[in-house]
């Protein structure tokens, strides 16, 4: 069994000021983890996935996440963001090689960016 | 990189009558795909799972006969919501996942929303 769980609803930061997205997870086995982002009306791009190799995994746009297997945690961190980064983003677990029906999606973090 | 399209991308239509939603995976064989619904400001809910040439296996709770799902060869999935009603209105997104070396990656369509009136 696994679930995910997103700590917060909604996050607001300030542009040029760090972004900490928070997702922990719960799971009887290795898990592959990954975090996606969603714009408004638009489909869901990858941003960055773990699959049991380093565990600070570097994504696209200036994200990365660690994976903290004693917290069972996977949080997404930026340095600075941007404008453009504002959107809803879901943290999601999978087993290692699992079976076609085995993605479970956190309930979203929607990330507002203020001028 | 992995591509999966969506056509339409938006849609409109009168109650009672049936929509055909497409996804497509451009550049590579998709042994699975995955149909999702997501309501506003909402996760995605998986509606239902296709193999190429198998029926589609569907969540519980989601009516098959409402949702028919048809993955007639390994780059093509069609969703079509039948005798559509205005709680039909969402939006719907698909994956697709393919072989090696990705087994376990799903790749996302852009999505199509349906509105019914």
């Known amino acids: 069994a696994q679930s995910v769980t997103q700590l917060d609803s909604h996050v607001s930061v300030s542009e040029g000021t760090p972004v900490l997205l928070r997702c922990n997870y719960s799971?009887?086995?290795?898990?592959?983890l990954f975090w996606y982002v969603q714009h408004p009306n638009k489909g869901l791009q990858l941003l960055l996935k773990y699959t049991s190799a380093a565990t600070l995994v570097k994504g696209i746009n200036g994200f990365e996440a660690e994976f903290k297997k004693s917290e069972t945690s996977f949080h997404l961190t930026k340095p600075s963001a941007h404008m453009s980064d504002a959107a809803e983003y879901f943290c999601?677990?999978?087993?290692?090689?699992?079976?076609?029906?085995?993605?479970?999606f956190g309930s979203g973090t929607q990330l507002t960016v203020l001028p | 990189g992995a591509v999966v399209s969506q056509h339409p991308s938006w849609v409109i239509c009168k109650s009672g009558t049936s929509v055909k939603i497409e996804c497509r995976s451009l550049d590579f064989q998709a042994t699975t795909m995955f149909w999702y619904r997501q309501f506003p400001k909402q996760s995605l809910m998986l509606m239902a799972t296709?193999?190429?040439?198998?029926?589609?296996?569907?969540e519980q709770g989601v009516e098959k006969d409402k949702f028919l799902i048809n993955h007639a060869s390994l780059t093509l999935s069609t969703l079509t919501v039948t005798s559509a009603h205005p709680e039909d209105s969402s939006f719907y997104i698909c994956s697709a996942r393919g072989g090696a070396p990705s087994y376990n990656e799903q790749f996302f369509g852009p999505g199509t929303r349906l509105t019914v009136l």
């Open positions: 999601v677990v999978s087993p290692p090689s699992g079976s076609a029906r085995q993605l479970t």
């Open positions: 799971s009887s086995y290795s898990p592959s």
């Open positions: 296709s193999n190429e040439g198998s029926k589609a296996t569907y």
